[in-house]
């Protein structure tokens, strides 16, 4: 994939100063290597100043190729060529409103398969820097901006009260496993339903939850006690299955959690540090797998 990825951007920037000269060391690199240096060069001699490229087919689909391209580099790696990217396509409103907008679909928008809070939210800063940075813009990057700095990747995650469907109370910090797999759903909501038969489908998954190594946490935030009651059938019955306390709203109210869809899905570890926020489930699979191989051993 990534070497098809490679000729593919090859092409596109066939008439820029990344000519084939360039590109010949790309095949004697290793992935991550060729991401880092994708990461640096990737937009050199792109006219940021040129609208008319907006018009091309071959362009518009250059910013998700970009991201592909740059996806196995570090994080601070990544992260500097985004806000690099942002500063570059600022000579223009239209050029900022077009890279602005495509990184919000690939990066920020909660169906995207691509989504990656750590990777935009350094561009948020930056683009608040922008002249082109209107009052509606800088009230809705400050909101995202507040939302992801809860639970972000890496911190111990807030604690939660809830009752299980059995009626028994208690605190998502008290719970011992070695993962946890907290699971924020609607009732009804039919990509909740097809997120947890996909996760079923998880042969990893399985393992570790027969080993008592991954709990599943289900936690339903709203308070109409029949609808979780008739969906309790939904939720494995290997998991915890549980909501807010009576009377409580503590994802809503108190905005403990950022649930911007449902399902929204964190993974957390023994010691309750975030390990996934928002989880695409590829990347979930890829910590079931590399737990897997820690606990369990094989591939």
């Known amino acids: 994939m990534m070497k098809k990825l490679v000729l593919i951007i090859a092409f596109f920037f066939g008439c820029m ?47 998700q190729r970009y991201l592909q391209a740059i996806s196995l580099a570090d994080l601070p790696t990544i992260q500097r060529s985004l806000i690099e990217t942002i500063k570059k396509a ?24 691509m989504r990656e809070e750590q990777w935009i939210v350094p561009v948020w800063h930056q683009m608040l820097q922008s002249k082109w940075a209107t009052f509606t813009d800088s ?8 939302l992801a700095a809860k639970n972000p990747v890496g911190s111990i995650a807030t604690d939660l009260e809830f009752i ?5 109370r208690g605190k998502l910090l008290e719970l011992e496993a070695e993962f946890l797999l907290v699971f924020f759903y609607i009732p009804g909501c ?17 393992e570790l939850i027969r080993a008592g190594i991954l709990q599943g946490f289900a936690f339903y935030p709203e308070k109409d006690l029949n609808l979780f009651r008739t969906y309790r059938n939904n939720v494995p019955n290997t998991w915890i299955n549980a909501r807010d306390p009576d009377g409580m709203s503590q994802l809503e109210d108190d905005g403990l959690y950022q649930m911007r869809g449902a399902p929204t899905i964190y993974l957390l570890d023994r010691n309750k540090k975030v390990v996934l926020k928002d989880a695409r489930l590829d990347l979930l699979f890829d910590e079931f797998a590399k737990a897997k191989a820690q606990f369990l051993g094989g591939d």
Request: hydrophobic content about 40%.
């Open 17 to 63: 100063s990344l000519n084939a000269q360039l590109f010949r060391p790309l095949d004697q690199m290793s992935d991550e290597e060729r991401s880092v240096f994708l990461a640096e060069r990737f937009w050199d001699g792109f006219p940021f100043d040129d609208t008319t490229q907006l018009q091309s087919n071959q362009f518009r689909g250059a910013i």
């Open 90 to 113: 600022d000579t223009n409103e239209r050029m900022y409103r077009f890279f602005v907008e495509s990184f919000d679909f690939y990066l920020n928008d909660a169906l995207s398969d």
């Open 139 to 146: 009230t809705r990057l400050n909101f995202f901006i507040k």
């Open 164 to 168: 299980t469907i059995e009626g028994q």
């Open 190 to 206: 039919v990509q909740c339903k097809m997120t947890l038969d996909w996760i079923e489908e998880d042969s990893a998954y399985h």
